[in-house]
């Protein structure tokens, strides 16, 4: 199994909700990521979690709150977003040692109004 | 057919030819590249990769070759077929964690 799960695949939501995006892997995968992507721009990187910790941060603002409750799921908690934050988010997962390749989810497509 | 640069240019290709697609990174520490296909509405899809020890890996129709000496990374693909039009990324990783970046991107299109 290489598959990498995320839910919802769409997401409307208002300035003021509080919503969560899912991703899981069953693969035994121990670094997990979340990407956010706008049109025509390649996947940013946002978070990396390591053995259940955050080990990267890229200055991501605090309305975006990452959760890695088990090996196997990972969370991506949003608060008062902004229309700009509208974007596909893509979550991915890898082995963290050996250097290979990360298996990406179909990304949840999040609308802000 | 071949592209050059970061800024998303789009490489236009007749099926059944070859097609190259080049990435300039710019990290010195990184030591591991994957290229990507990403297709409409899907996430990236992992095509090859290849190790900082190596200049030159093959995969099914696919080649990927480094040059550490000027940063340059750069995917050939044989024999285009039109199931090949997307989005084409590199990604480096740095030498220590797991930090995956991802360059500008090249559009593939192939006309049948």
């Known amino acids: 199994d290489t598959e990498v799960t995320q839910t919802p695949k769409h997401l409307v939501m208002g300035m003021t909700n509080k919503k969560s995006l899912k991703c899981e892997q069953h693969?035994?995968?121990?670094?997990m990521y979340w990407y956010k992507q706008k049109a025509k721009k390649p996947p940013e990187l946002m978070f990396v979690?390591?053995?259940?910790?955050?080990?990267i941060n890229e200055s991501v603002p605090s309305r975006f709150s990452p959760e890695c409750p088990n090996s196997s799921l990972l969370n991506l908690h949003l608060h008062a977003l902004q229309p700009e934050d509208s974007a596909l988010y893509l979550c991915?997962?890898?082995?963290?040692?050996?250097?290979?390749?990360?298996?990406f989810g179909q990304g949840t497509r999040l609308t802000v109004v | 057919g071949e592209s050059v640069g970061l800024h998303l240019p789009t490489l236009s290709v007749q099926e059944g030819d070859n097609s190259i697609i080049n990435c300039a990174y710019s990290n010195s520490a990184s030591d591991y590249f994957i290229w990507y296909k990403q297709e409409s509405g899907k996430g990236p899809q992992f095509i090859i990769d290849i190790r900082s020890n190596m200049d030159k890996r093959q995969g099914q129709r696919v080649t990927v070759l480094l040059n550490k000496t000027v940063k340059h990374l750069s995917l050939q693909i044989a024999a285009t077929q039109p199931g090949d039009s997307a989005v084409y990324f590199c990604a480096e990783n740095e030498e220590y964690g797991n930090k995956l970046v991802f360059g500008a991107g090249t559009i593939l299109r192939v006309k049948s």
């Open positions: 693969m035994g995968h121990r670094a």
């Open positions: 991915a997962s890898s082995q963290v040692e050996g250097r290979t390749e990360a298996f």
């Open positions: 979690y390591s053995y259940e910790k955050l080990s």
